[in-house]
């Protein structure tokens, strides 16, 4: 049996301050990133693409296992409070993975010479993305509240495979696409320690930006979930 | 003289877009009720 209301989201509350933390953060994220970080020896300046690639790619990974573990939480509760969580981050994720593609295809062009090549990373990102999209459409076929929750959370717990496929695919396959350089198995970050320190940043920085979006997100699904539910019973 | 700016501006002129864009999308949705 499921909830028939849906209580206020209690963590509106934060919603400002997220924000505000997360506009600090951005900024002085972006300042190390443009103008402390040093140099690259061997790409020189346009290596500073990988302070918002690297992030982005970080909260898609993020988002998608909040889906997850959201999915879980539904079919194990049946509380809607999770459905909201998972749609709200499945759809924050599919415009972080947007932004991934677009930022590396944009780093690709001065340093492969091309936009788009069919390497292992980009076509498990690109497939990732679709997934994503897939879960959101299919949210869209049902009008039943439950059927779509249980659908959707089905999908959500299924997809969330490809994610280490995503990142272990430079080294499970031929790859013009660098070698994990942060998140190394069983090895430390392989980077400046300024330019870990900027990257660490941008990511933190980042993380607020998605903690925002995401309270905001499920602030407007929790109405919409009480219009709903209320409406049924 | 920064080598590659146009690539580098381009990159974070759509990520920080991008982001505010949705951001404002929320917004106008919250609003609409």
Redesign the interface.
């Known amino acids: 049996m499921i909830e028939t209301t849906a209580s206020p989201f209690p963590a509106i509350r934060l919603r400002p301050w997220l924000g505000i933390v997360a506009t600090a953060l951005?900024s002085i994220a972006?300042w190390m990133a443009?103008l402390w970080a040093p140099t690259d020896a061997a790409q020189?300046?346009?290596y500073?693409?990988i302070y918002?690639?690297v992030p982005?790619a970080w909260l898609a990974y993020l988002a998608f296992v909040v889906v997850f573990l959201a999915s879980i939480g539904w079919l194990w509760t049946r509380r809607p409070w999770f459905d909201a969580l998972a749609v709200s981050s499945a759809e924050?994720g599919v415009?972080f993975t947007?932004?991934f593609i677009?930022?590396g295809s944009?780093?690709a062009?001065?340093t492969w010479g091309v936009w788009w090549t069919w390497d292992p990373r980009l076509v498990t990102t690109a497939i990732m993305f679709l997934m994503y999209l897939g879960y959101l459409l299919l949210r869209s076929l049902s009008i039943d509240f439950e059927s779509r929750a249980t659908r959707a959370a089905v999908l959500g717990i299924i997809a969330v495979v490809d994610i280490p496929i995503v990142h272990l695919s430079v080294l499970w396959m031929n790859s013009l696409h660098q070698l994990p350089t942060v998140m190394r198995i069983g090895a430390a970050p392989s980077l400046d320690r300024t330019m870990g320190m900027t990257l660490g940043i941008s990511v933190i920085a980042f993380t607020f930006?998605y903690l925002?979006?995401l309270v905001?997100?499920m602030?407007?699904e929790r109405?919409r979930q009480q219009r709903v539910l209320e409406g049924r019973s | 003289m920064v080598d590659n700016l146009g690539f580098i501006a381009a990159a974070y002129v759509v990520v920080w877009g991008g982001i505010a864009a949705y951001a404002i999308g929320l917004a106008r949705r919250r609003d609409r009720g």
């Open positions: 951005a972006t443009l020189g300046d346009v500073r693409v918002v690639h982005t924050i415009l947007g932004l677009v930022s944009i780093w062009k001065p930006v925002a979006l905001e997100r602030s407007i109405v």
